[in-house]
């Protein structure tokens, strides 16, 4: 039996993606966030198009959709790109050799490093270079984007990125102007905006079972090495989902619902995790671990989401879902 279950709300997701007035790239690497890639089935006709880190992760995008599929970081095999129509972020000329070599039409877009300094070109000067390195290819550069490090610095990487795409424009023409949402919002500079957790923030709800319940004493111990004392006679709760599930042990202290009541984890292990309930508390009874409970502090979402593992079970819930 499934007990650790990951509901993910499409409807959450839709009007979380309707504040964006651009058309959305929806980021799906690490399995969609760690959502599944199940739930592209449900929001194919409201985005368009999605974005990955891997041939991999987009040769399964692909058996699910046929809308453009941007491959946003380097990749290591290049015939992929071609196999699943994938459209490459190139950044480098390494990369963008590694295309040319195919002698295959491809379509792909130039990354610009505005200030992550983590991929792509820094300047003008690397743009032209790679622009004159792909002509007379089958390569066709269509885009153009880049991702900002900050939006305390949005200013300047917005400018660093319009001076890149000025040159570029120059010589290709009006290229497709894209950057991810969080730094950007809702700037008229931009065709279209990459999507990714703010796609699904509170959308997903997390919840368990409580598998067992225990009385301890006041100074009785719990979990490994006694990580938890009972500060008065009281009652644990032993509930489904371990570190080995996605449940960190970063999580201790987070307050999760059993009942009416908000109660704090105490101790992770692999298989579960434990609950000082203080009062009592029945088998079976149902624990939200995420969901209306606040988001802890300890962790971010992108952490917390992508963690989870196999033994979770992943649902969605459809529009007008219930």
Known sequence: MTYLTCTVDISRILYNLSFYTKPALLMVKANAYGLGEGLIRHLDAHVAGYGVATVAEGARVRALSQKPIILVAPWGESQGIVDYALTPLVGSEQQLRSLVALRQPIVAHLKVDSGMHRFGVENAEEVLRLVDLAGG??????????????????????????????????????????????????????????????????????????????????????????????????????????????????????????????????????????????????????????????????????????????????????????
């Open 137 to 322: 290819s089958q390569v066709c550069f269509r885009g153009i984007g880049t991702h900002f490090a900050s939006t305390a610095t949005a200013e300047v990487q917005r400018k660093r990125f319009g001076a890149c795409v000025s040159i570029a424009e120059q010589r290709l023409g009006r290229l497709l102007r894209h950057a991810e949402a969080t730094s950007t919002g809702l700037d008229a500079h931009y065709d279209m905006l990459r999507i990714g957790m703010g796609a699904y923030q509170h959308a997903v709800r997390l919840c368990s079972r409580v598998l067992a319940v225990r009385r301890l004493r006041g100074g009785d111990c719990a979990g490994y090495d006694g990580v938890f004392v009972a500060p008065c006679d009281g009652v644990l709760a032993v509930v489904a989902g371990g570190y080995a599930d996605g449940i960190d042990r970063r999580l201790v202290g987070h307050r999760v619902r059993i009942g009416s009541r908000l109660c704090p984890i105490v101790a992770v292990c692999m298989d579960v995790c434990m609950v000082w309930c203080g009062e009592p508390v029945a088998v079976d009874t149902a624990v939200e671990i995420l969901g209306d409970v606040a988001m802890p502090a300890t962790l971010s979402p992108y952490e917390i989401y992508t963690s989870l593992r196999c033994r979770c079970k992943i649902c969605y819930r459809p529009l007008g879902g219930i």
